[in-house]
T-cell receptor, first 115, second 115 residues
Framework: DAKTTQPNSMESNEEEPVHLPCNHSTISGTDYIHWYRQLPSQGPEYVIHGLTSNVNNRMASLAIAEDRKSSTLILHRATLRDAAVYYCILRPGESGGTSYGKLTFGQGTILTVHP | EAGVVQSPRYKIIEKKQPVAFWCNPI?????LYWYLQNLGQGPELLIR????????DSQLPKDRFSAERLKGVDSTLKIQPAELGDSAVYLC?????????????FGPGTRLTVT
C-alpha cells in the first residue's frame, strides 16, 4: 500500500485557518486521497476525499498538487471542536485488487487548537 | 439516523479468558469492517465483510481471533484466549460499499484491557 507522510503535530488558534500537509510521493494513478479525523475517545470520521481536483465540502477543503504527490487539508476557521488526530490516507481504486477500497491509517497529525 | 453501535464500550478480562465484541452497522450498509487500534497508533484493518462473506481477513490472527457476520447484518469479533498484547481499542465500521464514494462510518469502539 502506498504510504503517506504527515507532521506528528500542529497547533492553531481558534478561528484561524489551518493547513495540514500530507506527502504521498508513491501515489498511483488510481489512488484516492482521503482524510479522516479522530476526536478523543471516538472512532474516526470522514472529512473529505479527492482524486485530482481540489474539493470543498462543509467541513473542509482539499488542495491536491498537480503531480498528486502531496495534498493539503484546509480548515478555514478552526474551532476547539476541530482538535483531533487527522489522518491522510491513500485509498486504492478499482484496480487495487484485494486492496480495493482499503483504508490504511498512519499515525496522523495531532492538531491542537488554542482558545 | 443511528450510527454504528458497538458493545460493550469497555471490557476488562484476565489473560487466557475469552472475550467477544458485538457490532450493529448502519442499516443498509453491506460492507462491515473490524479494526484494531493500539495506543498512539492509527487503526489497523482486521477483517472486511461484504454481506456475509469475509473478503479480506489477511490481517486477522486466526489462531486466536475469529469473526462472523450472520445474515449480513450484525457482526461479532471473538478472541480466545486473550493475551496481554491484545489490550487495545477494537473499532467497527460500515459503509454502503467497499469502493470510493462510500465513506466508512465508525463506531465508538470497545476498549479491551487484558490483565
Amino acid at each position: 500500500d502506498a504510504k503517506t507522510t504527515q507532521p506528528n503535530s500542529m497547533e492553531s488558534n481558534e478561528e484561524e485557518p489551518v493547513h495540514l500537509p500530507c506527502n504521498h510521493s508513491t501515489i498511483s494513478g488510481t489512488d484516492y486521497i482521503h482524510w479522516y479525523r479522530q476526536l478523543p475517545s471516538q472512532g474516526p470520521e470522514y472529512v473529505i476525499h479527492g482524486l485530482t481536483s481540489n474539493v470543498n465540502n462543509r467541513m473542509a477543503s482539499l488542495a491536491i498538487a498537480e503531480d498528486r504527490k502531496s495534498s493539503t487539508l484546509i480548515l478555514h476557521r478552526a474551532t476547539l471542536r476541530d482538535a483531533a488526530v487527522y489522518y491522510c490516507i491513500l485509498r486504492p481504486g478499482e484496480s487495487g485488487g484485494t486492496s480495493y477500497g482499503k483504508l490504511t491509517f498512519g499515525q496522523g497529525t495531532i492538531l491542537t487548537v488554542h482558545p | 439516523e443511528a450510527g454504528v453501535v458497538q458493545s460493550p464500550r469497555y471490557k476488562i478480562i484476565e489473560k487466557k479468558q475469552p472475550v467477544a465484541f458485538w457490532c450493529n452497522p448502519i442499516s443498509g450498509h453491506n460492507t462491515l469492517y473490524w479494526y484494531l487500534q493500539n495506543l498512539g497508533q492509527g487503526p489497523e484493518l482486521l477483517i472486511r465483510y461484504e454481506n456475509e462473506e469475509a473478503v479480506d481477513d489477511s490481517q486477522l490472527p486466526k489462531d486466536r481471533f475469529s469473526a462472523e457476520r450472520l445474515k449480513g447484518v450484525d457482526s461479532t469479533l471473538k478472541i480466545q484466549p486473550a493475551e496481554l498484547g491484545d489490550s487495545a481499542v477494537y473499532l467497527c465500521a460500515s459503509s454502503l460499499g467497499p469502493g470510493d464514494g462510500y465513506e466508512q462510518y465508525f463506531g465508538p469502539g470497545t476498549r479491551l484491557t487484558v490483565t
